[in-house]
Each structure stands twice: as C-alpha cells, then as structure tokens.
C-alpha cells in the first residue's frame, strides 16, 4: 500500500538526453511537490502543484518542467540533462494546506 | 527570507544513551510549523516529529522529544534511549502556518551515528 510512489527509482542517462520521472500518491491529497537533494544531502524544493495548479516555482531551469494531469499525479521532465541536475529528486504530496508532507522514495538520477 | 541552520554535521551516541541534535532558524513570522525528519540509507524521508509554533509544549513522540524555544529560534530534536535503528540523517525544517505555498525549508541535516 504505497502512499507516494516514484519511477524510477534509479535513472542513469547520458547529458544532453531528456527523461521523465513520474509521481503517484494515492492518499487522496491535493497538493504535490518536488524536491531535489544535491550531493551534499541538502533538500530544496522545485515545485508545488496544488489541484493541478502551479504555485511554487523557485529558480529552477525552464529545461525542468513538471506535469500534473490529475491531482494524484506530478511528473518532472527534464530537457538536455546536464551532469549537475545528478542528484535525488523527491516527490511529496500533503492534504492542501495540512502540515504534514509524505514523501515517495527517492529518484537517483545520475548524467553521465 | 527563511533559513534554517544546522551546526552539527555529524552526530554520535553510544547505544541506550540520550543525544540532542540543534537546530536554529530564522524567520519573521509568529505562527508557522517546524519538522524534524529522519533520513536513513534507504533514503526514504521519514517525518519523526512536529511542533505548531502556536504551542508552547513541547511535542514528544515516545523517545523523540523537542526543545522548543520561540523567542531564541530554537528547535532541537532529543533522542531518548538510542537505538541502532536511529543511525540516519536528520533534517530540521520549517513551513509557515499560512501562504509560501506550505513550502517546507530544510536545514543542512545531521548525521547521526549509533555506537554500540
């Protein structure tokens, strides 16, 4: 019974590729977010949809573009892959403004 | 803009003792939300404890345990009886009650070693 899934969960590609990972929470929130851990662990957040609604977007390169075809779902494409976007994105989602977020396992993208 | 300081990089607690992990943060608003969350290898982003800044107890979560100390922005995690399970990293962060999107700021983390 997974809360919040991610796929995949290991994603290694070469620079200059585009590649998408998908965010699914079946917990019945409305808002979702991404978050990206760089290599020295530090988590920041990208993006937060809220009902299919852009509402953060911080200083993130327009090559990120996230996609929310319904509210149980959030995927992050990724345009011509640099070898500094390697780093674990973090999907989460939270019931609209309730303070707790669930957070999906992790995606470890690596560009070679 | 919020900020949220960790000073400890890394952490280490022998087996069945007590550690306190600090946290300090910065912000200029009265009412927001302030997390600790546990990281372990599995990478999996665990919510271990949370504290309303509207609350002046502090919140506990049987061996996980806050300092909470509004007035000096401080916010620190105390594990009771370590376990090797606690091996992880921690992560403090901050969400504002209202507006910035439910945006959560996370602190540097700490990693927490358990020795037996």
């Known amino acids: 019974d997974t809360a919040v899934s991610q796929t995949p969960k290991y994603l290694v590609t070469q620079m200059g590729n585009d590649k998408s990972i998908k965010c699914e929470q079946n917990?019945?929130?409305?808002?979702m977010y991404w978050y990206k851990q760089d290599s020295k662990k530090f988590l920041k957040i990208m993006f937060s949809y809220n009902n299919k609604e852009l509402i953060i977007n911080e200083t993130v390169p327009n090559r990120f573009s996230p996609k929310s075809p319904d509210k149980a779902h959030l995927n992050l494409h990724i345009n011509s892959l640099e070898l500094g976007d390697s780093a674990v994105y973090f999907c989460a989602s939270s019931r609209g403004h309730d303070y707790e977020q669930y957070f999906g396992p992790g995606t470890r993208l690596t560009v070679t | 803009a919020q900020t949220v300081t960790q000073s400890q990089p890394e952490m280490s607690v022998q087996e069945a003792e007590t550690v306190t992990l600090s946290c300090t943060y910065d912000?200029?608003?009265?009412?927001?939300?302030l997390f600790w969350y546990k990281q372990p290898p599995s990478r999996q982003m665990i919510l271990v404890i949370r504290q309303e800044a509207y609350k002046q107890q502090n919140a506990t979560e049987n061996r996980f345990s806050v300092n909470f100390q509004k007035a000096a922005k401080s916010f620190s995690l105390k594990i009771s009886d370590s376990q090797l399970g606690d091996a992880a990293m921690y992560f403090c962060a901050y969400r504002p009650l209202t507006g910035g999107g439910n945006k959560l700021t996370f602190g540097t983390g700490t990693q927490l070693k358990v020795e037996l």
């Open positions: 912000t200029s608003e009265s009412d927001y939300y």
């Open positions: 917990l019945g929130h409305d808002t």
